[in-house]
C-alpha cells in the first residue's frame, strides 16, 4: 500500500547526541515536509522540501539539519544544539508544492532524551 | 503572514449532541482551509479541505465545515457526536502560492461523554 513510514516510532537519546529521523514514501509525491508537536503548541513547521536537492527552512528549524537527496526520502537529524529536542516529530509529504493539495501524513515518532 | 487560531483547546459533548470546533484564520490573500484528526500516537488524517467553489465543504465521518470569508472563519460541525469522535482536530490554512507549506492551529481536544 501507498504511504508514508516514519520510523522509530520510539526513540530515547542521550543529551549530547545527534539522532536520525527516518521517513519514506512511496507516494511519488515531490513535496515532504517536517512537523513538531508538542503538547498545546499544534503542529510547527522546522523544513520543507519542494524537489529533489531542495529544501527551505520553517518556523523552527534551529538545532535540526535534514537532507533531499532522493524523492522517497526525507531525513530529519536533530542536532546537539537543539535545546529542547523531546517532542512528537511528524513528516507529510504532497502530490507538489500546490497549497490546494492535502498533505498525507506518517504515524510519527516520539523522541525522548534521557 | 498567514496565522490560525483555534477558540477552545478542550471542547466537551455529550453523545448525540452538535459538534462545534471553532477556526479563524488570517491570511493576506484567498486561503485554503483545511481540518485533519488526530487520534492517541497517530498521525494526522485529513476530513475536509476548502479550494474553492462552494463554501460549504462536507468531509468524511459527518463532518462539514463552512468558509466565510466575511467572518474570516472555517468552523467545524457534526449534528450529531460519536464516542468515536473523540480526538484533537487541527485547522491548517494555506495561502494561495505555490512552494508554501501549511500553517496549523494549536489544536482542539473533542471529548465525547456517554
Known amino acids: 500500500d501507498g504511504g508514508i513510514t516514519q520510523s522509530p516510532k520510539y526513540l530515547f537519546r542521550k543529551e549530547g547526541q545527534n539522532v536520525t529521523l527516518s521517513c519514506e514514501q512511496n507516494l511519488n509525491h515531490d513535496a515532504m515536509y517536517w512537523y513538531r508537536q508538542d503538547p498545546g503548541q499544534g503542529l510547527r513547521l522546522i523544513y520543507y522540501s519542494q524537489i529533489v536537492n531542495d529544501f527551505q527552512k520553517g518556523d523552527i528549524a534551529e538545532g535540526y539539519s535534514v537532507s533531499r537527496e532522493k524523492k522517497e526520502s526525507f531525513p530529519l537529524t536533530v542536532t546537539s544544539a537543539q535545546k529542547n529536542p523531546t517532542a512528537f516529530y511528524l513528516c507529510?509529504?504532497?502530490?507538489?508544492?500546490?497549497?490546494?493539495?492535502?498533505?498525507?501524513f506518517g504515524q510519527g515518532t516520539r523522541l525522548t532524551v534521557v | 503572514a498567514q496565522s490560525v487560531t483555534q477558540l477552545g483547546s478542550h471542547v466537551s459533548v455529550s453523545e448525540g449532541a452538535l459538534v462545534l470546533l471553532r477556526c479563524n484564520y488570517s491570511s493576506s490573500v484567498p486561503p485554503y482551509l483545511f481540518w485533519y484528526v488526530q487520534y492517541p500516537n497517530q498521525g494526522l488524517q485529513l476530513l475536509l479541505k476548502y479550494t474553492t467553489g462552494a463554501t460549504l465543504v462536507k468531509g468524511i465521518n459527518g463532518f462539514e465545515a463552512e468558509f466565510k470569508k466575511s467572518e474570516t472563519s472555517f468552523h467545524l460541525t457534526k449534528p450529531s457526536a460519536h464516542m468515536s469522535d473523540a480526538a484533537e482536530y487541527f485547522c491548517?490554512?494555506?495561502?494561495?502560492?505555490?512552494?508554501?507549506?501549511?500553517?496549523f492551529g494549536k489544536g482542539t481536544t473533542l471529548s465525547v461523554s456517554s
Open positions: 507529510a509529504s504532497s502530490i507538489g508544492p500546490w497549497p490546494n493539495t492535502e498533505a498525507f
Open positions: 491548517a490554512v494555506s495561502e494561495g502560492q505555490a512552494g508554501t507549506a501549511l500553517i
